[in-house]
């Protein structure tokens, strides 16, 4: 395998490579240690503030593009062609990547509400108690409402917010968590981990309303309706925020007859994948379709993701070459297909090799809305990189911190007690604490597999970076699972039993 500066899956169409793999550009610097060392735990006020263009003049509508982010559940980069996927066919998601810029070493966290917490505050959401799943799982707990979510920010900028599809961020006895009361205007989809892929019964603004037909089906007509929608009201009419947020391929995973045909060949787990993830890139396609039907192409900033790396052998996804799956801290669970699309704006056919995260989300598209943040965050915006307007890479360093997820349920101890684990890039170089065993060391861009263990050899590195990983952690919140959380709390799983 060659090495992640040339990584495979860069195919001769990719034309531009963004490398800045020597001399790290000052304003990114200032960022990132601006990001990183003022950042509050949680409870800051953070607000969306007009920016003025050279003329002194706000943005207008008609130049403010469409804003959608496409994220997709459990893929790995083994699972579509712009990266390492080689047998289910998704042109359309490679036509994305040869239009736009694809992130090479696009990170995530390594499981769904972690990642969705990232996107849609911009921020580690280790810094206001989220490790993991378990306090966006069910209805009594969610995310901190102190937190500002890019619904709320572009809602403030005066666009029309969309989420479609999955939340998985809580719901709350009151409701409080629950996606229209965290800036989305609307609201069509479902609350948890999982959904229904046929006939799905779906939340409508907290309205449950039953859908005849497939899933991702039903999730893209809706999306393909806020795009005409958009159109007919015309070029003065507000621009919109959609956040889309497919089921596939989670569990419980069903597919389509025809879709399931063409996959015959494959083993039935990947199979089972092959036929939902083909059906995704046709509805992928259903929805640019629509977008240049509407004559919205170099109007709209498009991200596509996934939440987290595959999940070979329950899901049928794929990692590629990457090590790992969903849920641990190796490659294949962090690092994920993940691109940017917005035709006049973003030059096409970008390989973009700096690392990039979940989290840069925000200000990129805060910024490409005529705005920016006025809070803390850990994202940073991407375009002037992406436009060449300035050199560097958007981050040096990046984190992880999460919990063994086989350590949730156990009846013999207390939730809170499960297993943390640690990570950490710094340049190329990339740590990992387990916490029960001595940290390993990886130099990524030689071993994007992690095969080569360096820490024997590389004794200091390993104590500078443990230092600086354990720092950070330190001014992170750490999660609190109630003792009478219905899922996870110790009554509950006392109840259970072993
Ligand atoms: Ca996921």
């Known amino acids: 395998m060659r090495g992640m500066c040339a990584p495979p899956w860069f195919v001769p169409h990719i034309g531009r490579v963004v490398r800045h793999s020597a001399g790290l550009g000052v304003t990114w610097l200032l960022v990132g240690i601006a990001a990183s060392l003022t950042a509050v735990p949680c409870g800051h006020a953070q607000d969306a503030v007009p920016s003025s263009r050279p ?27 712009f990266c390492h996927g080689r047998d289910i066919a998704t042109p359309n998601l490679d036509q994305l990547a040869r239009e736009g810029a694809v992130f090479a070493q696009g990170y995530v966290l390594p499981m769904c509400s972690p990642t969705r917490a990232a996107l849609l505050t ?16 069910g209805r009594a707990t969610g995310m901190d409402i102190r937190e500002f979510t890019l619904a709320q920010a572009l809602h403030k900028a005066g666009y029309v917010t969309h989420l479609v599809g999955k939340w998985h961020l809580g719901q709350g006895a009151q409701w409080q968590f629950a ?44 999306a393909c309706e806020i795009v ?31 879709d399931l045909a063409r996959y015959a060949h494959l083993d039935p787990t990947r199979r089972m994948a092959a036929a939902i993830i083909h059906n995704l890139d046709e509805n992928i396609g259903r929805l640019m379709q629509s977008i240049q039907d509407n004559g919205m192409d170099d109007r709209t900033l498009l991200f596509f993701l996934s939440d987290n790396g595959g999940e070979p052998p329950i899901l049928g996804t794929s990692n590629g070459p990457l090590r790992g799956q969903k849920f641990d801290l190796y490659e294949g669970a962090i690092r994920v297909p993940f691109l940017a699309r917005w035709p006049g704006h973003i030059p ?7 690392m990039v995260h979940v989290t840069d989300i925000f200000p990129t598209a805060l910024a490409a809305a005529g705005h920016k943040p006025s809070g803390e965050l850990d994202g940073v915006d991407l375009l002037p990189i ?31 007690d499960a297993q943390r684990m640690a990570a950490m890039r710094l340049g190329e170089w990339k740590l990992i604490d387990l916490g029960s065993d001595r940290p390993q060391l990886y ?24 230092k600086e990983l354990n720092a950070w952690r330190e001014s992170m919140t750490p999660q609190v699972v109630p003792s009478d959380h219905p899922i996870y709390g110790r009554a509950a799983l006392q109840r259970k039993g072993p």
Request: charged fraction near 25%; proline fraction near 8%.
């Open 55 to 81: 003329d002194g003049t706000l943005a207008h509508h008609a130049s403010r593009p469409n804003i959608i982010v496409v994220v997709v559940d459990d893929l790995g980069v083994g699972d579509v062609g």
């Open 122 to 137: 911009g921020r580690y959401p280790q810094r206001f108690g989220i490790e993991d799943n378990r306090l966006l799982d």
């Open 179 to 222: 996606p229209y009361h965290r800036g989305f205007d609307h609201f069509l989809g479902f609350y948890g981990a999982a959904g229904t892929y046929f006939d799905p019964l779906l939340s409508r603004n907290g309205t449950e309303q039953s859908f005849h037909g497939y899933n991702t089906d039903i999730l893209t007509d809706a």
């Open 228 to 258: 005409a929608d958009r159109a007919q009201r015309g070029a003065e009419a507000p621009p919109f925020f959609l956040h889309l947020a497919y089921l596939a391929a989670h569990l419980p995973q069903q597919a389509k007859p025809d």
């Open 348 to 354: 096409a056919a970008t390989q973009f090799e700096p």
């Open 386 to 416: 992406l436009q060449g307007k300035i050199t560097g890479r958007p981050h040096e360093r990046l984190y992880w911190l999460t919990t063994d997820h086989a350590q949730w349920r156990r009846p013999d101890r207390d939730t809170n």
């Open 443 to 466: 130099r990524i861009p030689s071993d994007p597999a992690e095969a080569h263990d360096l820490a024997a050899a590389e004794p200091n590195r390993v104590q500078q970076m443990l």
